[in-house]
């Protein structure tokens, strides 16, 4: 099977998988597991961050993050399609009672005048209590938000007294894209969630980054929400030799998501636009979607059908130049009956 339904397919490597088999441990809850210590402050040190919180999945690092930033009944602004509003189950009106206020975001990308129009203050409306952005963005197709926006934001957050969050469950991806080291990228937040389970191949974890004093708050809201770990220094192990060795090669999925991306553009009945393939990402719309990836499930290739006409494919270690040609041949194959029908 040529697996393109999501970078978090990924299994670990050998090298991980022994670096998990020798893992020192202690109980992570009383703050006692070596591995997990060396993980956080491995992590703070390359973001640039005072300290780091290793925490088991992304939606809860988010989670976690925006339940400590800001007050039940406070709005969250963030981009249109934001996996914090869309993917995460309403778990921000559920877990922590506050209100998401998307705005328009072309590949991702916000107008700084549309987020500044969008903070509330009167006493008759929820008011604004902390601004979000997600690069790369996910619905968008793996789009990378440029560095001059982000600042331009942070420096508007920071103007109104606002605190200012990066879903960067894909930051690696964005930051290799974008040629910069991972403490430039993070530097307009005042904290990054960074998933190591995605392009990375931990089998589980996300870094969330921040203050000490924003760190310490969160500390006890991922024990709120279910997320204190024991002996996660197994899983911490895994995270060190993801953030040592799997970065850099984020490049050979970006230029393999390229090639699928301009070989499926020439394909008849499917629309793409070239424009959005930033990273690992490739969407396309097509007339029957779930149809489409049911016949390339049987020929051998899975896809994610997102709805009733679009697919999405994400590049990542275990695929090989050779399968992206296998795949596109696939495709142009279980695309035919869909024209003829
Ligand atoms: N996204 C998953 C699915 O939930 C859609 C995927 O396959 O892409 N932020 C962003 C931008 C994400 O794309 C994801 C995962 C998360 C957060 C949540 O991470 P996990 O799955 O670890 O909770």
Redesign the pocket.
Known sequence: MIDL????VTKPTAVMRKAMAEAEVGDDVYGEDPTVNRLQALTAEMTGFEAALFMP????S?QVALATHAARGYEVIAPEGA??YE??IGALCVLSGLIPRLVKAPYGIPEVKDVHDAIKRSIHQAPTGMIVL?N???KAGGTIVPMARSQQIADLAKNEGLPFHL?G??GFNAAVALGLSLEAFCKPYDSV?L?L??GLGAPVG?MLVGSKDFIGRAHRYRKMFGGGMRQAGILAAAGIVALETMIDRLAEDHARAKALATGLSKLEGISLDLNSVQTNMVYFSIADAPALAGRMKEAGVLC?ALGPTSIRL?THHHIRDEDIETALKVIEEALEPSLSA
Do not use: L, M, P
Not at 57 to 60: H, K, L, M, N
């Open positions: 339904r999501s970078d978090t999945t992304g939606s809860q988010n996996h914090i993917y995460e997600e790369t963005h996910n879903d469950a894909r969630s998933c389970s995605k996300t994610n994400v």
